[in-house]
C-alpha cells in the first residue's frame, strides 16, 4: 500500500461547482498534513495546512479524521483559474522531510 | 526574498550520459531537499540536507545518483550513468523550519530532465 494515495482523478466540473478531493494515508504516526497546489509545467505550491479541527480559506475547506487516516480538500464556487493537480502531503517522519500523494487532476469548465 | 533558483530549467541527454543539476536555496534557509517527479506522479524525495550533512538520502539510487552540498548553501545533483527511466522534473525544495509544520517549503521551478 502506498503511503498516500489519493482520488485518481481527472475531475471535469463547471464553473461554480463544489468539487471534493479525498486523500489516506498509512503512516498513523503522521503529524503534519498539507494541501498543495501544482499548475501545468510548473511547482508544487502550498495550498493550505489541514488542522484536526478542519480550517477554512476563503472556498477552500480542508478536513483531517486522524481515526480513519483521512484527509479531505473542498473547494466551493469553483473558478477556471482552480485548474490545476492538488496534491495531498503528509509529514510522516516528524520533523523531517513530506511525502507527496500522486495528485489529483482538476479542470474547471467554462 | 528570492525564491529557490535552479538550473538548466530544461536538459536532454542521451542514455548513458552524465548530467548534474544545481540548486540555490532561499537565503538563510539551513534544510535543502532535492525530489523527483515523474510525469503523472507526485513528487518523490530523493535527498535531504541539513546546512551540508545529509539527513535522508534512503531513496537516493546511489549506484547512479550523488549530491552534495558544499558549504551548506548551494547544492548540485548528478546522475551518472542516466537511464531513459530518469527522465522526470528534478525539483529542488528549501525550508528555513527543523520541524516543517507550518509546510514550510519553497520548491525551485525544477529541471526538466529527458533521456533518449
Known amino acids: 500500500r502506498k503511503e498516500v494515495e489519493q482520488d485518481p482523478g481527472p475531475f471535469n466540473v463547471p464553473e461554480g461547482a463544489t468539487v471534493a478531493f479525498n486523500c489516506t494515508y498509512s503512516?498513523?504516526?503522521?503529524?503534519?498534513f498539507f494541501w498543495y497546489r501544482q499548475d501545468c509545467r510548473k511547482e508544487p505550491k502550498l495550498l493550505m495546512s489541514?488542522?484536526?479541527s478542519g480550517n477554512e480559506d476563503g472556498r477552500f475547506t480542508a478536513q483531517l479524521n486522524r481515526a480513519s487516516q483521512y484527509i479531505s480538500l473542498l473547494i466551493r464556487d469553483s473558478k477556471l483559474s482552480d485548474s490545476a493537480t492538488y496534491l495531498c502531503?503528509?509529514?510522516?517522519?516528524?520533523?523531517?522531510?513530506?511525502?507527496f500523494g500522486p495528485g489529483t487532476r482538476l479542470s474547471v469548465l467554462p | 526574498e528570492a525564491g529557490v533558483a535552479q538550473s538548466p530549467r530544461y536538459k536532454i541527454i542521451e542514455k548513458r550520459q552524465s548530467v548534474a543539476f544545481w540548486c540555490n536555496p532561499i537565503?538563510?534557509?539551513?534544510?535543502l531537499y532535492w525530489y523527483q517527479q515523474i510525469l503523472g506522479q507526485g513528487p518523490k524525495l530523493l535527498i535531504q540536507?541539513?546546512?551540508?550533512?545529509?539527513?535522508?538520502d534512503s531513496q537516493l539510487p546511489k549506484d547512479r545518483f550523488s549530491a552534495e552540498r558544499l558549504k551548506g548553501v548551494d547544492s548540485t545533483l548528478k546522475i551518472q550513468p542516466a537511464k531513459l527511466e530518469d527522465s522526470a522534473v528534478y525539483l529542488c525544495?528549501?525550508?528555513?523550519?527543523?520541524?516543517?509544520?507550518?509546510?514550510?517549503?519553497?520548491f525551485g521551478s525544477g529541471t526538466r530532465l529527458t533521456v533518449v
Open positions: 489541514v488542522y484536526s
Open positions: 525544495a528549501s525550508s528555513s523550519y527543523d520541524r516543517i509544520e507550518g509546510g514550510g517549503y519553497t
Open positions: 537565503s538563510g534557509h539551513a534544510t
Open positions: 503512516n498513523s504516526a503522521s503529524q503534519s
Open positions: 502531503v503528509v509529514n510522516t517522519n516528524y520533523g523531517q522531510n513530506f511525502v
Open positions: 540536507f541539513q546546512n551540508n550533512g545529509v539527513v535522508d
